[in-house]
Structure formats: structure tokens, C-alpha cells
């Protein structure tokens, strides 16, 4: 014992070693049950989900949506966090907006969580759909404009900017944002812009300030 150490002194050193030790120790374990539990479960999991709806997108191609509704939502649920199920989970919304259940397909839109330019963009748009078909415009045009900042691109930012752009000008009576989305289609998506003749677009809400 070092020159003025108590006794006490050792004794709460001692200690604060253990709990050291003991923090240490859960920190390994729980990253050894990470490790295992992706290499053993999620992983084979993960590739299973992969596969797992292809006769459920024959029934889709064939019309039997119900039928296929019942498999995506099933699938959406079991492999929930897996990639089969988030896009189960996008499937079964598009389903449920076909068929007029935007409230319900809400929630599975809420619960889909996919982290490619594409389909995770459309996600956010679908939502803002779902919301203008509810009436809920302001909401709606929260989620065209989310879609629109995610990683913009030449597929889906002009289509949410059309979409916002009209909800402003033709629910929201905002002509001067609607304006701004139109020109910003015109100035940065020339390709997407003729398709629609944005011209018109641009000179009506001009005309409606």
C-alpha cells in the first residue's frame, strides 16, 4: 500500500476496477450477440425475405390483389427490418392506394424504411399522395417536398415538384411557390419539362398572383 493510502482508499479503487471490468466485459458480449445474431439469424433471414413475395407479384400481374394483399401483409409483418419486408410493406400500400385505403396505406408507408434513390423516394411521394386523395393538402405537400430534397434526380424530383406545384396552385392557392415549382422544373429538368409543356403551367399561376 502506497505511503498516506487507506485502507478505504484501496478498497474504492479496487472496486472502481471491478465495475471497470464488468462494463468492459458487457461491451464484448453484447457485440459477440450482434456478431451472431447477423451472421446466424438476420442474415439468412434477410436472404430468405428476398424471395419470399415472388407468387404474391404473380397474383399482382394476374389481378388477384386481394389474394396478394394477404401474402404482402403477412410478409410485410413476419420479416419486418428485412428487405423482403420493407418492400412487401410497399407493395401492400400501393395495393391498399388502388383500392382506395389511404389511411391504410399509410401506415404501411410509414413503416417502410428502404434507403435506395428510387423507391425510398417514392415512398415519401406515395404518402404525399395519400394525403391529397385525404384532403389533407398541407401535409401532402410536407411529403412532395421531402421526396423532392432526397437525393434529387432526373426520375423523381420533377414528377414531386409537378405534384407539389399543383397542389399549391390549384388546393393550397399559393401561385407564387406553385410558380417557383414550375420554373425550377423548367430551369433544372429541361427532359421533364417538355413532356408537360411546363410553359403553360408556369404562365397560369402567374396569371392567378
Do not use: H
Amino acid at each position: 500500500m502506497a505511503k498516506g493510502e487507506s485502507l478505504l482508499d484501496k478498497m474504492k479503487e479496487n472496486k472502481n476496477l471491478k465495475i471497470a471490468g464488468i462494463a468492459v466485459g458487457a461491451v464484448v458480449i453484447a457485440i459477440l450477440a450482434y456478431v451472431s445474431y447477423n451472421k446466424f439469424i438476420y442474415q439468412p433471414q434477410n436472404e430468405k425475405s428476398k424471395t419470399i413475395y415472388w407468387p404474391e407479384m404473380v397474383m399482382v400481374e394476374n389481378d388477384s390483389l386481394n389474394l396478394a394483399l394477404d401474402g404482402f401483409q403477412a410478409y410485410a409483418k413476419k420479416y419486418d427490418g428485412k428487405i423482403g419486408g420493407e418492400v412487401s410493406s410497399y407493395v401492400a400500400a400501393r395495393i391498399l392506394m388502388d383500392k382506395g385505403e389511404f389511411k391504410q396505406a399509410l401506415k404501411y408507408l410509414e413503416d417502410t424504411k428502404l434507403e435506395d434513390v428510387y423507391v425510398a423516394t417514392m415512398v415519401l411521394g406515395l404518402q404525399g399522395d395519400c394525403y391529397s386523395e385525404l384532403g389533407q393538402y398541407k401535409e401532402a405537400v410536407e411529403y412532395y417536398e421531402k421526396a423532392i430534397e432526397r437525393k434529387p434526380n432526373e426520375m423523381t424530383t420533377p414528377r414531386y415538384l409537378m405534384k407539389a406545384a399543383l397542389v399549391y396552385e390549384m388546393q393550397l392557392k399559393d401561385y407564387t411557390k406553385a410558380a417557383d415549382d414550375y420554373k425550377r422544373i423548367k430551369n433544372d429538368y429541361f427532359e421533364f419539362s417538355k413532356t408537360v409543356n411546363i410553359d403553360k403551367y408556369i404562365e397560369r399561376a402567374a396569371n392567378r398572383k
